[in-house]
């Protein structure tokens, strides 16, 4: 299950075993259901038995190895599907391609359940939304909520930067948002590198910035 995306039917014709095992006591008879399978599938400390939704678990074994993509770039499996897949671009970039193979058709597609925990950190700001993308030291959205007003609605961060000192443009950025976020822009470091980075910039734990 942590490479291959299993058919919903089979898993849910193996939720049916379980629980026909659970609840059944005479070999061929039904049994009763004194309890749903949601019931069950609760954490013990909160009275249930914690049994996996099969096609949850599945989910997410899938996430863990594009997480061990993005975090080992150097290991054999990374290389190879960058090769493949995203030669030139960065791994949530990467499209499902022509003929995919059936590990790359099985990972692709929960790629969404990484990427919501993804948080830009700021290089020279060109490739940053500034209203849209989350890039701001703030819990538990990370984006900005002041109101759109001086800024065009899809302004990207270079704007916000002096391109000569590297350094925030701290009376626009006042001018432009709220003066709590306009505190924490300002305190955000700016990398000396030239473009915007994901692979260093990620998190999966919500609350953790650098």
């Excluded at 309890?35 to 099969?54: A, D, I, Q, R, V």
């Excluded at 995919?100 to 993804?118: A, C, G, H, N, T």
Aim: charged letters at 25%; aromatic letters at 12%; one cysteine or more.
């Amino acid at each position: 299950m942590s490479v291959f995306r299993f058919p919903k039917m089979l898993l849910k014709e193996i939720e049916t075993m379980i629980a026909k095992l659970w609840w059944s006591h005479k070999k061929g008879g039904k049994g009763i259901n004194w309890k749903c399978w949601n019931s069950l599938g609760t954490e013990k400390s909160m009275g249930g038995l914690g049994f996996h939704n099969l096609i949850c678990f599945n989910r997410a074994l899938l996430a863990k190895q594009e997480w061990r993509i993005i975090q080992e770039p150097s290991s054999l499996m990374a290389q190879i599907y960058k090769e493949k897949y995203f030669p030139t671009g960065h791994y949530v970039d990467a499209k499902l391609g022509y003929c995919p193979s059936q590990i790359w058709r099985s990972i692709w597609p929960v790629m969404d359940l990484v990427k919501v925990e993804f948080v830009w950190r700021v290089g020279n700001g060109k490739s940053v939304k500034v209203w849209k993308d989350k890039w701001v030291p703030i819990p538990s959205t990370f984006q900005i909520q002041s109101p759109i007003t001086i800024l065009e609605p899809n302004a990207t961060g270079d704007v916000l930067i002096d391109e000569e000192s590297k350094t925030w443009r701290k009376e626009h950025v006042h001018d432009v948002f709220r003066q709590e976020e306009a505190h924490c822009i300002c305190s955000i470091p700016i990398r000396d590198r030239g473009w915007m980075i994901k692979l260093f910039g990620v998190y999966l734990t919500r609350g953790s910035f650098l």
